[in-house]
Protein backbone atom coordinates (compact mmCIF):
# COMPACT_ATOMS: atom_id res chain seq x y z
CA UNK A 1 0.00 0.00 0.00
CA UNK A 2 1.55 3.58 -1.16
CA UNK A 3 1.48 6.16 1.18
CA UNK A 4 0.49 9.64 0.22
CA UNK A 5 0.68 11.38 3.50
CA UNK A 6 2.45 14.08 3.79
CA UNK A 7 2.95 16.79 6.61
CA UNK A 8 2.24 20.35 6.00
CA UNK A 9 2.23 23.39 8.87
CA UNK A 10 1.66 20.98 11.13
CA UNK A 11 -1.82 18.89 9.95
CA UNK A 12 -1.64 15.42 8.41
CA UNK A 13 -2.88 15.64 4.92
CA UNK A 14 -4.04 12.73 3.01
CA UNK A 15 -1.50 13.21 0.07
CA UNK A 16 0.70 16.56 -0.90
CA UNK A 17 -2.70 18.01 -3.55
CA UNK A 18 -3.36 20.98 -2.02
CA UNK A 19 -6.04 23.72 -3.91
CA UNK A 20 -4.67 26.76 -3.98
CA UNK A 21 -6.08 30.14 -3.23
CA UNK A 22 -8.76 30.61 -6.07
CA UNK A 23 -12.29 30.94 -6.90
CA UNK A 24 -12.01 27.13 -6.74
CA UNK A 25 -12.78 27.36 -3.28
CA UNK A 26 -15.09 30.16 -3.26
CA UNK A 27 -18.05 28.11 -1.64
CA UNK A 28 -18.42 25.52 0.49
CA UNK A 29 -20.32 23.50 -2.12
CA UNK A 30 -17.12 23.39 -3.86
CA UNK A 31 -14.47 22.77 -0.90
CA UNK A 32 -16.86 19.88 -0.81
CA UNK A 33 -16.35 18.70 -4.76
CA UNK A 34 -12.91 19.82 -4.80
CA UNK A 35 -12.48 17.27 -1.67
CA UNK A 36 -14.15 14.03 -3.33
CA UNK A 37 -12.02 14.59 -6.04
CA UNK A 38 -8.93 14.11 -3.83
CA UNK A 39 -8.01 17.67 -2.43
CA UNK A 40 -6.06 16.70 0.83
CA UNK A 41 -6.53 20.61 1.99
CA UNK A 42 -7.77 23.95 0.62
CA UNK A 43 -6.61 27.37 0.91
CA UNK A 44 -9.67 30.01 0.28
CA UNK A 45 -9.97 33.24 -1.77
CA UNK A 46 -8.01 36.09 0.11
CA UNK A 47 -9.56 38.93 1.60
CA UNK A 48 -7.27 41.66 1.15
CA UNK A 49 -5.73 44.62 3.11
CA UNK A 50 -6.97 47.04 1.48
CA UNK A 51 -10.56 46.01 1.35
CA UNK A 52 -10.10 45.67 5.77
CA UNK A 53 -7.88 48.93 5.92
CA UNK A 54 -10.71 50.94 3.72
CA UNK A 55 -13.69 49.75 5.55
CA UNK A 56 -12.00 49.75 9.10
CA UNK A 57 -11.44 53.74 8.28
CA UNK A 58 -14.56 54.58 7.11
CA UNK A 59 -16.10 52.71 10.31
CA UNK A 60 -13.97 54.55 12.16
CA UNK A 61 -14.69 57.60 10.67
CA UNK A 62 -18.57 57.00 10.84
CA UNK A 63 -18.25 55.87 14.63
CA UNK A 64 -16.56 59.24 15.09
CA UNK A 65 -19.30 61.17 14.25
CA UNK A 66 -20.50 62.39 17.94
CA UNK A 67 -22.65 59.04 18.23
CA UNK A 68 -24.59 58.63 21.74
CA UNK A 69 -25.55 55.15 22.05
CA UNK A 70 -23.32 52.81 19.75
CA UNK A 71 -25.46 50.66 18.60
CA UNK A 72 -28.30 53.00 17.70
CA UNK A 73 -25.52 54.58 15.71
CA UNK A 74 -24.79 51.48 13.60
CA UNK A 75 -28.06 51.14 12.34
CA UNK A 76 -27.77 53.72 10.17
CA UNK A 77 -24.30 53.75 8.97
CA UNK A 78 -24.31 52.14 5.40
CA UNK A 79 -20.24 52.18 5.97
CA UNK A 80 -20.64 49.79 8.82
CA UNK A 81 -23.04 47.51 6.55
CA UNK A 82 -20.54 47.55 3.94
CA UNK A 83 -17.81 46.88 6.47
CA UNK A 84 -19.76 44.14 8.35
CA UNK A 85 -20.16 42.63 4.49
CA UNK A 86 -16.77 41.96 3.32
CA UNK A 87 -15.54 40.93 6.84
CA UNK A 88 -18.49 38.99 7.69
CA UNK A 89 -18.81 37.28 4.77
CA UNK A 90 -15.45 36.18 4.84
CA UNK A 91 -15.51 34.89 8.37
CA UNK A 92 -18.82 33.12 7.67
CA UNK A 93 -17.21 31.62 4.74
CA UNK A 94 -14.20 29.56 6.60
CA UNK A 95 -17.10 28.40 9.08
CA UNK A 96 -19.16 27.12 6.45
CA UNK A 97 -16.06 25.76 4.82
CA UNK A 98 -15.03 24.10 8.03
CA UNK A 99 -18.72 22.88 8.77
CA UNK A 100 -18.70 20.90 5.23
CA UNK A 101 -15.26 19.63 5.17
CA UNK A 102 -13.15 16.80 6.44
CA UNK A 103 -10.10 18.34 5.39
CA UNK A 104 -7.98 21.18 6.45
CA UNK A 105 -8.91 24.81 5.23
CA UNK A 106 -6.61 27.62 5.10
CA UNK A 107 -8.12 30.83 5.02
CA UNK A 108 -5.86 33.68 3.55
CA UNK A 109 -4.86 37.01 3.89
CA UNK A 110 -3.49 39.32 0.90
CA UNK A 111 -1.15 42.31 2.50
CA UNK A 112 2.40 43.66 2.28
CA UNK A 113 2.39 46.40 5.18
CA UNK A 114 1.99 45.73 9.00
CA UNK A 115 -0.82 47.46 10.29
CA UNK A 116 -4.49 47.73 12.39
CA UNK A 117 -5.77 45.62 9.64
CA UNK A 118 -3.70 42.85 10.59
CA UNK A 119 -5.95 41.85 14.16
CA UNK A 120 -8.22 40.24 11.74
CA UNK A 121 -5.62 37.78 11.64
CA UNK A 122 -7.37 36.44 15.00
CA UNK A 123 -10.95 36.36 14.02
CA UNK A 124 -9.84 34.03 11.32
CA UNK A 125 -8.64 32.53 13.78
CA UNK A 126 -11.69 32.25 15.82
CA UNK A 127 -13.71 31.26 12.95
CA UNK A 128 -11.99 28.02 12.70
CA UNK A 129 -9.37 28.17 10.05
CA UNK A 130 -6.33 25.61 10.31
CA UNK A 131 -4.09 28.14 9.31
CA UNK A 132 -3.73 31.39 7.81
CA UNK A 133 -1.46 32.08 4.30
CA UNK A 134 -0.15 35.27 4.31
CA UNK A 135 0.21 36.25 0.92
CA UNK A 136 2.55 39.43 0.58
CA UNK A 137 2.02 40.35 -3.00
CA UNK A 138 3.99 43.94 -3.06
CA UNK A 139 4.92 46.51 -5.66
CA UNK A 140 7.39 48.90 -5.37
CA UNK A 141 7.07 51.27 -7.40
CA UNK A 142 8.16 54.41 -5.04
CA UNK A 143 12.09 55.08 -5.84
CA UNK A 144 12.75 56.02 -2.20
CA UNK A 145 11.90 52.40 -0.78
CA UNK A 146 14.73 50.46 -0.42
CA UNK A 147 14.44 46.46 -1.01
CA UNK A 148 15.35 46.03 2.53
CA UNK A 149 13.01 48.56 3.76
CA UNK A 150 10.30 46.16 1.43
CA UNK A 151 11.49 43.00 2.89
CA UNK A 152 11.27 44.18 6.83
CA UNK A 153 7.42 45.96 6.06
CA UNK A 154 6.86 42.01 5.24
CA UNK A 155 8.89 40.64 8.28
CA UNK A 156 7.01 43.01 10.62
CA UNK A 157 3.41 41.82 9.12
CA UNK A 158 4.01 37.95 9.90
CA UNK A 159 5.73 39.66 13.09
CA UNK A 160 2.32 41.06 14.08
CA UNK A 161 0.16 38.23 12.81
CA UNK A 162 2.41 35.65 14.80
CA UNK A 163 2.05 37.78 17.61
CA UNK A 164 -1.74 37.47 18.09
CA UNK A 165 -2.77 33.96 16.46
CA UNK A 166 -1.80 30.50 17.66
CA UNK A 167 -2.50 28.67 14.25
CA UNK A 168 0.09 28.12 11.82
CA UNK A 169 0.85 30.99 9.44
CA UNK A 170 2.34 30.36 5.46
CA UNK A 171 3.91 33.41 3.70
CA UNK A 172 3.35 33.22 -0.18
CA UNK A 173 6.38 34.82 -1.51
CA UNK A 174 7.11 36.26 -4.73
CA UNK A 175 9.89 35.48 -6.25
CA UNK A 176 11.18 38.90 -6.98
CA UNK A 177 13.74 39.37 -4.31
CA UNK A 178 17.78 40.30 -4.25
CA UNK A 179 18.27 37.04 -1.98
CA UNK A 180 15.42 34.90 -1.44
CA UNK A 181 17.61 32.67 0.99
CA UNK A 182 18.32 35.73 2.80
CA UNK A 183 14.77 36.74 3.47
CA UNK A 184 13.49 33.10 3.83
CA UNK A 185 15.77 32.53 6.35
CA UNK A 186 14.76 35.79 8.46
CA UNK A 187 11.11 34.70 8.03
CA UNK A 188 12.68 30.94 9.09
CA UNK A 189 14.23 33.01 12.21
CA UNK A 190 10.35 34.86 13.21
CA UNK A 191 8.93 31.04 13.62
CA UNK A 192 7.09 31.14 10.00
CA UNK A 193 5.75 27.93 9.55
CA UNK A 194 5.86 27.71 5.91
CA UNK A 195 7.36 29.21 3.34
CA UNK A 196 4.48 29.29 -0.37
CA UNK A 197 6.97 29.14 -3.53
CA UNK A 198 5.65 31.51 -5.49
CA UNK A 199 3.21 33.75 -6.17
CA UNK A 200 2.31 34.82 -9.94
CA UNK A 201 3.07 38.07 -10.95
CA UNK A 202 0.21 39.27 -13.30
CA UNK A 203 1.39 42.22 -15.76
CA UNK A 204 -0.93 44.47 -17.26
CA UNK A 205 -1.11 44.10 -20.99
CA UNK A 206 -0.56 47.04 -23.47
CA UNK A 207 -3.33 47.85 -25.75
CA UNK A 208 -1.75 50.05 -28.76
CA UNK A 209 -5.25 50.95 -30.48
CA UNK A 210 -7.21 52.05 -27.74
CA UNK A 211 -3.70 53.08 -25.89
CA UNK A 212 -5.27 51.44 -22.95
CA UNK A 213 -3.67 49.91 -19.84
CA UNK A 214 -5.17 46.25 -19.32
CA UNK A 215 -5.22 44.20 -16.49
CA UNK A 216 -4.76 40.39 -17.56
CA UNK A 217 -4.94 37.36 -15.49
CA UNK A 218 -3.31 33.84 -17.83
CA UNK A 219 -3.70 30.88 -16.51
CA UNK A 220 0.29 29.31 -15.31
CA UNK A 221 1.80 27.25 -18.03
CA UNK A 222 3.67 24.02 -16.62
CA UNK A 223 7.39 26.11 -17.60
CA UNK A 224 6.97 28.11 -14.59
CA UNK A 225 7.10 25.18 -12.09
CA UNK A 226 11.09 25.16 -12.80
CA UNK A 227 11.44 28.45 -11.21
CA UNK A 228 9.78 27.42 -8.02
CA UNK A 229 11.54 23.64 -8.34
CA UNK A 230 15.10 25.76 -8.37
CA UNK A 231 14.42 27.58 -5.74
CA UNK A 232 12.72 25.02 -3.72
CA UNK A 233 15.92 22.43 -3.51
CA UNK A 234 18.24 25.53 -2.82
CA UNK A 235 16.56 26.12 0.49
CA UNK A 236 15.36 22.52 1.51
CA UNK A 237 17.19 21.83 4.40
CA UNK A 238 18.04 24.82 5.64
CA UNK A 239 15.28 26.02 6.98
CA UNK A 240 12.43 24.80 10.06
CA UNK A 241 9.91 25.80 7.67
CA UNK A 242 7.83 23.61 5.11
CA UNK A 243 7.92 24.66 1.41
CA UNK A 244 5.03 24.45 -0.55
CA UNK A 245 5.09 24.72 -4.41
CA UNK A 246 2.81 26.46 -6.25
CA UNK A 247 3.12 27.84 -9.55
CA UNK A 248 2.83 25.29 -12.85
CA UNK A 249 1.78 22.28 -10.98
CA UNK A 250 -0.36 20.62 -14.03
CA UNK A 251 0.27 16.96 -13.80
CA UNK A 252 1.31 14.34 -11.15
CA UNK A 253 4.88 14.39 -12.39
CA UNK A 254 5.29 18.05 -11.59
CA UNK A 255 3.81 16.87 -8.25
CA UNK A 256 6.47 14.68 -7.85
CA UNK A 257 9.14 16.90 -9.33
CA UNK A 258 8.15 19.29 -6.52
CA UNK A 259 8.28 16.63 -3.75
CA UNK A 260 11.80 15.84 -4.77
CA UNK A 261 12.69 19.48 -4.93
CA UNK A 262 12.32 19.58 -0.77
CA UNK A 263 8.23 20.40 -1.21
CA UNK A 264 5.48 19.52 1.42
CA UNK A 265 2.70 19.96 -0.90
CA UNK A 266 2.14 21.13 -4.50
CA UNK A 267 -0.95 22.98 -4.82
CA UNK A 268 -2.84 23.60 -7.72
CA UNK A 269 -5.20 26.11 -9.45
CA UNK A 270 -4.27 26.59 -13.05
CA UNK A 271 -4.50 23.27 -14.26
CA UNK A 272 -8.21 22.58 -12.16
CA UNK A 273 -9.67 26.25 -13.72
CA UNK A 274 -8.29 24.33 -17.27
CA UNK A 275 -9.54 20.67 -16.59
CA UNK A 276 -12.05 20.88 -13.96
CA UNK A 277 -12.00 19.68 -10.22
CA UNK A 278 -11.41 15.96 -11.48
CA UNK A 279 -8.65 16.57 -12.36
CA UNK A 280 -6.87 15.97 -9.12
CA UNK A 281 -8.18 12.31 -9.26
CA UNK A 282 -6.47 11.73 -12.58
CA UNK A 283 -3.30 13.26 -11.08
CA UNK A 284 -3.33 11.26 -7.67
CA UNK A 285 -4.52 7.80 -10.12
CA UNK A 286 -1.31 8.74 -12.12
CA UNK A 287 0.84 9.57 -9.08
CA UNK A 288 -0.04 6.27 -7.31
CA UNK A 289 0.64 4.50 -10.64
CA UNK A 290 3.96 6.23 -11.15
CA UNK A 291 5.57 5.17 -7.41
CA UNK A 292 4.64 1.70 -7.75
CA UNK A 293 6.31 1.56 -11.17
CA UNK A 294 9.37 2.63 -10.14
CA UNK A 295 9.21 1.02 -6.28
CA UNK A 296 8.51 4.28 -4.04
CA UNK A 297 6.45 3.43 -1.09
CA UNK A 298 5.70 6.78 0.53
CA UNK A 299 5.95 10.48 -0.50
CA UNK A 300 8.09 10.82 2.29
CA UNK A 301 10.85 8.74 0.96
CA UNK A 302 11.18 10.53 -2.43
CA UNK A 303 11.22 14.31 -1.14
CA UNK A 304 14.68 16.49 -1.49
CA UNK A 305 16.37 13.86 -3.32
CA UNK A 306 16.70 16.47 -6.47
CA UNK A 307 17.06 18.82 -3.75
CA UNK A 308 20.65 21.01 -3.73
CA UNK A 309 21.41 19.11 -0.40
CA UNK A 310 21.12 15.38 -2.52
CA UNK A 311 22.55 15.71 -6.01
CA UNK A 312 26.13 14.91 -6.27
CA UNK A 313 26.45 17.48 -8.73
CA UNK A 314 25.19 20.89 -7.37
CA UNK A 315 26.19 23.35 -10.19
CA UNK A 316 22.72 23.14 -11.79
CA UNK A 317 21.61 25.17 -9.35
CA UNK A 318 24.71 27.83 -9.14
CA UNK A 319 26.14 30.03 -11.76
CA UNK A 320 27.79 27.43 -12.89
CA UNK A 321 24.70 26.39 -14.70
CA UNK A 322 24.12 29.81 -16.58
CA UNK A 323 27.31 29.50 -18.45
CA UNK A 324 26.80 25.74 -19.47
CA UNK A 325 23.05 26.32 -20.36
CA UNK A 326 24.07 29.68 -22.84
CA UNK A 327 27.72 27.55 -23.66
CA UNK A 328 25.92 24.58 -24.93
CA UNK A 329 22.89 25.73 -26.91
CA UNK A 330 23.40 24.94 -30.78
CA UNK A 331 21.70 26.83 -33.37
CA UNK A 332 19.19 24.96 -34.82
CA UNK A 333 18.50 24.96 -38.39
CA UNK A 334 16.32 27.71 -39.35
CA UNK A 335 14.21 27.45 -42.48
C1 LIG B 1 -8.39 33.30 -10.90
C2 LIG B 1 -7.33 33.22 -9.84
C3 LIG B 1 -7.54 33.84 -8.60
C4 LIG B 1 -6.55 33.78 -7.62
N1 LIG B 1 -6.77 34.37 -6.40
C5 LIG B 1 -5.81 34.31 -5.44
C6 LIG B 1 -6.04 34.86 -4.15
O1 LIG B 1 -7.10 35.39 -3.84
N2 LIG B 1 -5.03 34.78 -3.25
C7 LIG B 1 -3.83 34.17 -3.53
O2 LIG B 1 -2.95 34.11 -2.66
N3 LIG B 1 -3.60 33.63 -4.73
C8 LIG B 1 -4.55 33.69 -5.69
N4 LIG B 1 -4.32 33.13 -6.92
C9 LIG B 1 -3.00 32.50 -7.17
C10 LIG B 1 -3.08 30.98 -6.96
O3 LIG B 1 -3.37 30.66 -5.64
C11 LIG B 1 -1.75 30.31 -7.35
O4 LIG B 1 -0.75 30.63 -6.41
C12 LIG B 1 -1.25 30.69 -8.73
O5 LIG B 1 -2.30 30.69 -9.68
C13 LIG B 1 -0.17 29.71 -9.19
O6 LIG B 1 -0.63 28.40 -9.19
P1 LIG B 1 -1.15 27.65 -10.51
O7 LIG B 1 -0.05 27.61 -11.48
O8 LIG B 1 -1.55 26.29 -10.01
O9 LIG B 1 -2.32 28.44 -11.01
C14 LIG B 1 -5.31 33.14 -7.90
C15 LIG B 1 -5.14 32.52 -9.14
C16 LIG B 1 -6.11 32.54 -10.10
C17 LIG B 1 -5.86 31.85 -11.41
Known sequence: ???????????????????SSSPLTDSPEKVQRL??????????????????????????????????????????????????????????????AKSVAGIPVLASLNGAT???????AKEIEQA??????????????????TSDQLEEGIIELVRQVKAITKIPIAVKLSPQYTSIPNLAARLDKIGTN???????????DFDIENLNVTPTLTLSRPEELLLRLHWTAILYGDLSADIAVTGGVHSAEDVLKAIMAGGQVAMMASALLIHGVSHLATIQSDLLRW??????????????????RSVPDTSPFERGNYIKTLSSYTLRKTA
Not at 70 to 79: D, G, I, Q, T, V
Not at 139 to 144: E, G, H, S, V
Not at 194 to 204: E, I
Open 114 to 120: AGGWVKF
Open 35 to 96: EEAGAAAVILPSIFEEQLTLESNALDRDLSRGTESFAEALSYFPAYESYRQGHDTYLNHIRR
Open 291 to 308: MEEHEYQSIRQMRGSLSR
Open 1 to 19: MIDLTTEYLGLKLKSPLVV
Open 194 to 204: ALVLFNRFYQP
Open 128 to 145: GADALELNTYSLPTDPRV
